[in-house]
């Protein structure tokens, strides 16, 4: 019953061990064309995409997001919701941008930005690529906005470090499905403490058997730690979003 | 160079007719496997999936999108973005959960649940299945969340329409590479007022010329008559998001 497609979804890890090898112009034009033809909230292209090369920006890159093995990936991608080119379009033809500075189009933007970035990292895998999708640009989006030239009405969402793996880590267990897929109505069930533990058993178990940066860690550990993070990180990202031009109303 | 996933994420195309058929609770299944081995922003699984099977209740979807030609899908998911798992663990282990209800966990759980969703697309095409993701379920968050049982720090972003396709739609021309995609700098360039025209003609001869739902329309025609929607509509919707708790900093 199942196809290689399926089978290539299912087997998706996030690789930040990367060969000394940079992607072709060609795969490169590749993902972006992957990227381009996913679905786009009501057909209105709401984001850009960056291929960050030069190294200087890869090294502020690096800096902001703490991850200095991105310097090795063998391409880098900034995936930016962009409302601009249509605000733009709407300025040539004298028509009250308005909506555009919408919650509504904010929400737009980044579902755009989000979908084409899967696609990006689908496609890679299936050129015999790997990567991680990196959300820790928002440490420090003005940073990224200033080094990236980013005008008003667009805002870096993700970055996309992508190479040659050179290692294969193993596969992490989700939630179990009867706490993540419901059928007409939410509902955790009575037992959602019972899974809980059970999960939390069976992802302490990958973390300490894992060949490699093995630990002791359970889903809910892991959870407490995120929210124990220090409050001051990335308090001010609503106010940035907003100082772009985006979400007035 | 290319691949067979290539090629299918190259040749995606909105479906919204389709065969009288529904999807198998396997076929259901296998999506869902696949959305959840997507990324995951610091692994924080933050979204769930409800698969909508009661009649009356995808009625009242198919009123608040606007969108009957839904009602003759094989499958319909709700894709919900979701801190409330994360929440119950925060207050099992005593932990403030101050962060969760900030504008960085609220995107976090949007790409989160915007990435899975495309695995499901992707996934669903592998199949030999169609659909459309739809983004108009944001038309009315408040209606969607009392159908679904939705609770606190949950959101109802997207719907799902799937089934085997009964058409098969032209593909239709993506914005030109130059004026989306940049190297280092974001830059539209001095000619973007020319691809835009270009752009406009060749959207406008796909427009034309296609098979059904033959129209006149360019894409800046079309962001202009997007922008000159109802000043009303969705208008509450960032309140609607925080009344959920999400973004209250």
Not at 191 to 218: A, I, M, P, V, W
């Amino acid at each position: 019953m199942t196809n290689p497609i399926l089978e290539a979804l299912t087997q998706h890890r996030s690789i930040r061990q990367f060969e000394n090898k940079s992607l072709s112009p060609h795969q490169v034009t590749e993902l972006v064309d992957a990227a381009q033809h996913a679905s786009t909230s009501t057909f209105s292209q709401q984001y850009s995409i960056i291929s960050v090369t030069d190294p200087a920006i890869l090294k502020e890159i690096a800096k902001i997001t703490g991850h200095g093995w991105m310097l090795r990936s063998g391409h880098y991608f900034v995936m930016v919701a962009d409302q601009y080119r249509n605000l733009k379009i709407a300025q040539e033809n004298g028509t009250d941008p308005y909506i555009l500075h919408s919650t509504d189009k904010f929400l737009a933007s980044v579902f755009d930005t989000a979908i084409a970035t899967e696609n990006i990292m689908v496609a890679a895998e299936s050129m015999g690529l790997g990567g991680t999708i990196m959300g820790s640009i928002l440490n420090d989006p003005r940073q990224m906005i200033k080094l990236l030239h980013l005008p008003e009405m667009t805002f870096p969402l993700l970055g996309i470090a992508l190479g040659y793996p050179k290692d294969k880590p193993e596969l992490k267990p989700r939630l179990p499905k009867i706490e993540f897929h419901f059928s007409n109505h939410y509902d955790l069930g009575e037992n959602f403490d019972q899974q809980l533990l059970d999960y939390d058993q069976l992802l302490s178990d990958y973390y300490r058997s894992r060949s490699t940066n093995g630990r002791t860690e359970t889903f809910s550990h892991h959870i407490v730690s995120e929210l124990n993070r220090n409050h001051n990180l990335r308090a001010d990202l609503f106010s940035i979003i907003q100082e772009q031009g985006f979400m007035a109303h």
